[in-house]
C-alpha cells in the first residue's frame, strides 16, 4: 500500500486566480495520477504524472489549464489556473500499484476541496 | 467505448439487512476490477481486485464476486459505519490500466 497526503486539503478562492496542489507519497513511485471528483460524480482522471516526462493530459483536460509537475518520485504537483466557480471540485491525486502484468488497486490521496466564488 | 455502470445510484438498509450492489462492465479484455469505498469529503480506499470471473475476496461483512459481465459487492449484516459510497472501476483496454470508474452507490444504514 502506499500513505498519500495533500495539500492544501481545502481553500476558497477567487475567480481568476490560480491555486497549487501538492502530493507527497511516502515510497516511490513511477506513475502518479490527478483526478477530478465533481459533487455527485465519480472520478474524472485529468492527467498522468511520471517522473522525467511530460505529463499526459485526458481529453478535455489541458496543461495550460492544469500544469503539472513531478519533481521526483515521491512528489507531484497540479495547479488549477485561471479558475472559475466550474472549477469548483475535490481534487484527488492517486498513485498505481501494480505486480508484473496485473493491474492492482490505485490508492488515493485525501482530496482537496476547491471552492471558487 | 468502455463502460462502468452501477445500481442502484442509493441504498438505504436498516442495520443487519443483507443486500448486493450491482457493477456491470464493458471492456475487452478484462484486467481487473477494483472497489473502492468513499467516505464524504475523503478519498476513495481501496477495498479489493478481482481478477477473474469465479473469483470471490471478503473483508469483514463484504465479499466482492466477479462474472464475466459483471461485480457484486455483498454487504452481510451491514452496521452505520458501513454507510458510505462504493465505487467500482476497471482499466481501460488497450494496454492502459488506467481505471474507469463508475459512479458508485450511495449506501445508508440506519440503525
Known amino acids: 500500500s502506499a500513505v498519500i497526503s495533500q495539500k492544501p486539503s481545502r481553500d476558497i478562492c477567487q475567480r481568476g486566480t490560480s491555486l497549487t496542489i501538492q502530493c507527497q507519497v511516502d515510497s516511490q513511485v513511477t506513475m502518479m495520477f490527478w483526478y477530478r471528483q465533481q459533487p455527485g460524480q465519480s472520478l474524472t482522471l485529468i492527467a498522468t504524472a511520471n517522473q522525467g516526462s511530460e505529463a499526459t493530459y485526458e481529453s478535455g483536460f489541458v496543461i495550460d489549464k492544469f500544469p503539472i509537475s513531478r519533481p521526483n518520485l515521491t512528489f507531484s504537483t497540479l495547479t488549477v489556473s485561471n479558475m472559475s466557480p466550474e472549477d469548483s471540485s475535490i481534487y484527488l491525486c492517486?498513485?498505481?500499484?501494480?505486480?508484473?502484468?496485473?493491474?492492482?488497486?490505485?490508492?488515493f490521496g485525501p482530496g482537496t476541496r476547491l471552492t471558487v466564488t | 467505448e468502455d463502460q462502468v455502470t452501477q445500481s442502484p445510484e442509493a441504498l438505504r438498509l436498516q442495520e443487519g439487512e443483507s443486500s448486493s450492489l450491482n457493477c456491470s462492465y464493458t471492456v475487452s479484455g478484462l484486467r481487473g476490477l477494483f472497489w473502492y469505498r468513499q467516505d464524504p469529503g475523503k478519498g476513495p480506499e481501496f477495498l479489493f481486485t478481482?481478477?477473474?470471473a469465479g473469483e470471490e475476496k471478503e473483508k469483514e461483512r463484504l465479499k466482492a464476486t466477479l462474472t464475466k459481465k459483471e461485480s457484486f459487492l455483498h454487504i452481510t449484516a451491514p452496521k452505520p459505519e458501513d454507510s458510505a459510497t462504493y465505487l467500482c472501476a476497471v482499466p481501460q483496454g488497450g494496454g492502459s490500466y488506467i481505471p474507469t470508474f463508475g459512479r458508485g452507490t450511495s449506501l445508508i444504514v440506519h440503525p
Open positions: 492517486s498513485v498505481k500499484i501494480t505486480t508484473g502484468v496485473l493491474a492492482k488497486g490505485q490508492y
Open positions: 478481482l481478477y477473474s
